[in-house]
């Protein structure tokens, strides 16, 4: 990796050792779209990140600190994409947290170097995701599971890997969220008991009901999944990429990606 | 934390901010007992790092190499504790394993603050270990259930939290593997779902068969730990816990725990 970086707001590329970040994953984090100089959604990025950091008790970092530094990194040559890390920081050795908590920002700029807003094709991933509700949904930095599930393949043709959770439902892919379109309507696994709510998930179901869509929870299944009359993968990265392939199953046009992808772009 | 600290080699206490062991706890760790400069068990520990590394695909340091490096650290004046960190190193942004990692080693010491070899009082933790087949057993970075767990109590005269599988099976303690005693014989849960398999429970093992005793891998409910004639925790630095106490209940001392570390010793 390469890039610009601000550690605790002083340009830095150097993270204390005994951050609890490293030691136990003990943070969150973000991943926003830079595009000239400006990232996209912050006020969603940052409402996630301070509700993620509730969640495991991390204080959050001030939200005006923050914005300045995530726009000077943004601001930066190239920079298309920037990432945040918010750690618990650094403590006594071993699980207890801290009583007072001095959490480490870690703000980095990178070029955007992924397939935006594409056809792709996927496959199953072979790993289940594991049965977590204390830390389902939260974008922790304890992501071993979605490693293990990215090495299952190297074939650069496939753009993404669908994993399942224990039950046998389909929760999303290894970094984006997932949904089904069926008779018209959107759908998309509940992710309280594994996986991420992702900001562009929220921003997609909220869009559609906008415009007069339905868009729901519900266990999908593969074979509700092979049945559907579309399928499409989400981050803030990739946008909308609409999923053309899955082993023999292939999937014409929905319409659903184009007009999800205008809806987002009206609310930038 | 303070102590002093080798990243590849160098005294330095700065991470490359960058490092998957951060980004995703992409890594594996050690903490190993230090007593008068000398390290305890090593080979054990090496060789069980060594395993940790393949599991997950990461190039194991050399083991002179590192052997080195740990004896330097232990070493230094009032150092107790050995704490070991290999990651994948740096990669590009993104899940996918680098081609070629280049692993980062992170050795630091510690005082040792612990107790060691203590009757303690215990507590179940309300938060349930989810079961993750790829990653059981491994001693990883991805430590977000045990930071969890030990943030349920903050009583100081309770030493350890016990921990369940959604299944109901006890399976460790928040830091800790777990026997019980029964009929003079030793029985510690599997932990190929979830858990660790760590150095002192199987050196406890290998000493009770030495020393004639049965030691089985065995799913304990509540109930069979709850009516046990003792339950015992263990791990590198505490050495063996006797438990005396949990919630109303109490054990008498059925022995075994001074019997054990006698033998621990023994082998040191």
Chains 1, 2 share one sequence.
Not at 61 to 69: C, K, Q, S, T, Y
Not at 181 to 201: F, K, M, N, W, Y
Not at 247 to 257: H, L, V
Request: glycine share 12%.
């Amino acid at each position: 990796m390469e890039g610009v970086m601000l550690i605790n707001g002083v340009r830095s590329s150097g993270l204390d050792a005994m951050d609890r970040g490293l030691h136990y994953g003990d943070g969150v984090f973000r991943t926003l779209k830079a595009v000239a100089g400006e990232v996209r959604w912050w006020e969603d990025h940052f409402r996630k990140l301070a509700d993620d950091c509730a969640a495991l008790s991390i204080p959050c970092p001030d939200r005006e600190l923050l914005e300045a530094e995530v726009r000077e990194i943004a601001a930066g040559p190239g920079v298309g994409v920037v990432k945040i890390i918010v750690t618990r920081g650094i403590g006594q050795r071993g699980y207890a947290m801290p009583a007072e908590a001095a959490p480490s920002r870690i703000v980095s700029g990178f070029p955007f170097s992924g397939r935006e807003n594409r056809d792709v094709r996927v496959r199953w991933c072979e790993l289940r995701l594991s049965h977590q509700p204390k830390l389902a949904g939260i974008k922790h930095l304890n992501r071993l599971e979605n490693v293990l599930a990215r090495s299952e393949w190297d074939d650069a043709d496939i753009a993404e890997g669908l994993l399942l959770d224990e039950a046998g439902r389909v929760i999303c892919g290894t970094m984006t969220n997932l949904f089904i379109v069926e008779q018209g309507g959107l759908i998309t696994p509940d992710v309280s008991g594994c996986g991420i709510a992702g900001v562009t998930r929220s921003r997609i179901m909220h869009a559609a009901v906008q415009h007069g869509q339905t868009a729901s929870v519900e266990p999908i299944s593969r074979e509700r999944l092979l049945a559907a009359d579309g399928v499409l993968l989400c981050n803030s990265l990739v946008g909308i990429w609409r999923v053309a392939e899955l082993g023999q199953k292939r999937w014409p046009n929905s319409g659903w990606a184009g007009k999800l992808r205008n809806w987002l772009d009206e609310n930038n």
